[in-house]
T-cell receptor
Framework: SAVISQKPSRDICQRGTSLTIQCQVDSQVTMMFWYRQQPGQSLTLIATANQGSEATYESGFVIDKFPISRPNLTFSTLTVSNMSPEDSSIYLC??????????????FGPGTRLTVL | DQQVKQNSPSLSVQEGRISILNCDYTNSMFDYFLWYKKYPAEGPTFLISISSIKDKNEDGRFTVFLNKSAKHLSLHIVPSQPGDSAVYFCAASSDNYGQNFVFGPGTRLSVLP
């Protein structure tokens, strides 16, 4: 499996500000995804980060609130914009479609714990 | 409307015994299922998967059973070890390319020494 790192690992932010989370993979991957895990809840897919084109967002998530970049096959960023306390969550990057793995498994980064005051 | 359900939020098992974690789904289009384990402050770790053409998949101490007619799958851990204490997520997909997984709410397993 790939080694996936995320920065920052955690942050405490003020309402109305924005935070950009970085995801770095140690090998080229076709598929990169961003998930959110709100307190006491399961993982919810925010969007698929597409290399060279706009991200594909799931229902309930929009680009203005969660802009995503994917400049190459090993790196992606997720920005949480104009934050409110409801955005307090763990944000997780995941990858799939690794050359040595089946298409169907996804592997997760360690997550970024965000608290919005 | 939850498409993937894990009705037991928590489970406690004695070390050495069997742990059985259950998962139910409602979407009959799901044909690929995964189990993930998550420790606090870490990302989920892939554990085992099963496709709808099988009814059982085994990997060491971990076995996943799938009952398509009942839309039910279960993860068996035998024997359970204290290091297995974690939150276990069931995930389902109808997508062959590893996208659009729907996750259950998780079950917190505690293995008591």
């Amino acid at each position: 499996s790939a080694v996936i790192s995320q920065k920052p690992s955690r942050d405490i932010c003020q309402r109305g500000t924005s935070l950009t989370i970085q995801c770095q993979v140690d090998s080229q991957v076709t598929m990169m995804f961003w998930y959110r895990q709100q307190p006491g809840q399961s993982l919810t897919l925010i969007a698929t980060a597409n290399q060279g084109s706009e991200a594909t967002y799931e229902s309930g998530f929009v680009i203005d609130k969660f802009p995503i970049s994917r400049p190459n096959l090993t790196f992606s960023t997720l920005t949480v914009s104009n934050m409110s306390p409801e955005d307090s969550s763990i944000y997780l990057c995941s990858v799939g479609g690794l050359a040595t793995q089946g298409w169907n498994e996804q592997f997760f980064g360690p997550g970024t714990r965000l608290t919005v005051l | 409307d939850q498409q993937v359900k894990q009705n037991s939020p928590s489970l406690s098992v004695q070390e050495g015994r069997i742990s059985i974690l259950n998962c139910d789904y409602t979407n009959s289009m799901f044909d690929y299922f995964l189990w993930y384990k998550k420790y606090p402050a870490e990302g989920p770790t892939f554990l085992i998967s099963i496709s709808s053409i099988k009814d059982k998949n085994e990997d060491g101490r971990f076995t996943v059973f799938l009952n398509k007619s009942a839309k039910h799958l279960s993860l068996h851990i035998v024997p359970s070890q204290p290091g297995d204490s974690a939150v276990y997520f069931c995930a389902a997909s109808s997508d062959n390319y590893g996208q659009n997984f729907v996750f259950g709410p998780g079950t917190r397993l505690s293995v008591l020494p």
